[in-house]
């Protein structure tokens, strides 16, 4: 029997939500239902074929079986309860939570209802991550070091709700979050330091500029950065590895790997190297020969495959992918990260 699913917040994502799900899983899934404060809303959702409830508890008190929460960030917590109360399955969007204290809450509510709780953390899906992730898992390259993941825009401007406070506005939940849960679920070692860097360059509220460098207990750094101003781009991703260094330029994956040759011929002369901003033997190129540059791994993932988790996971066929404990993990280390904002200091923790 198909699962009876249904959104609350039937606006850019919540609508994506039942395209993709009409869209790739029809087969095991049928989007029935949407309520949204917004009573126009319901021309919309009648014409993607689905009974639109002006109130929350009708909404709820109807069959369906799960329930997609896609409203802005404060209203998560609150709905998300009524929903698991109520006897659904929910899928929340990201950030799950304003904060680790009311995801706990949430939690409980999964545990005590007995039903299946996750965050949509989609970007786990994202395919420059997973050409990383690849890499760091097969070691190929050695143990990675050093981790820099970055998305910048220059739009500046952050829209509608996402440049308020109250709504758990700014780039630390709205994109920080994707970023850090794929960095989280890669590194399989504790955080143990943080030192954040935000910046409220155009709005009033909310962090619209960020950069965090973590550390974890075995050894790795990582630094996310998410820019809203800025004019020219460095790489999605740039990892050195004991044996290399990979790039992923940009969205569309183009990017290349650079590590020592096979061959051996490792010697050159070790002179100093005249420069026009002076000398240098350190930093001086090495000979083309030593090294060798490859194609990033082809690695295929597909977004709906988040959906196909949970509809296995319903049917008790399979484990979470997007485990709860691991959202918590994310969830303390952005309220260390706002912690730290307001301190100005970094802190040691084990996360
Ligand atoms: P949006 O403003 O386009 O849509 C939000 C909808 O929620 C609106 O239709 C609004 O009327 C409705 N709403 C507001 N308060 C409500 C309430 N209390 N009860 C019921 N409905 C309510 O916002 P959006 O861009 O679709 O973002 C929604 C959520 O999706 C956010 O949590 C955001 O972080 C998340 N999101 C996730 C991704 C992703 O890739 N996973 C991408 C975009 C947005």
Redesign the pocket.
Known sequence: MKIKHGI?????????HCDNVKAHLSDRMEVVAA????PE?KDHAENKGLKFYEN?DDFLASDIDLVTI????N??MP?TVAALNAGKHVIC???IAMNAGELETMIAAAKANGKVFAC????RWDRDFRIIKSLVDDGSLGKPYFIESRVQGSRRSLV???DYAVN?GGMV??WGI?LIDQIMWMIDSPVVQIAPNLHKVFSREVDDNFKVLFTFENGVSALVEVSTNCFINQPRWHVSFEEGTAIVEDWDCHGKIVKLSDSGEMSWDNDIVYTSAGPTRTMAPRPVHTTKQLELPKVNTDWADYYRNIVDVIAGDAELIVKPEQTLRVMRVIDAIFECDRTGEPIKCRI
């Open positions: 609350i917040g039937l606006g850019g994502m919540g609508s994506w309520y949204d404060i917004r809303v929350l896609a409203t802005p960030n209203f998560h709905l969007e990201k950030p949509h953390q989609n970007r509608g709700w996402r758990g939940y709205d994707h």
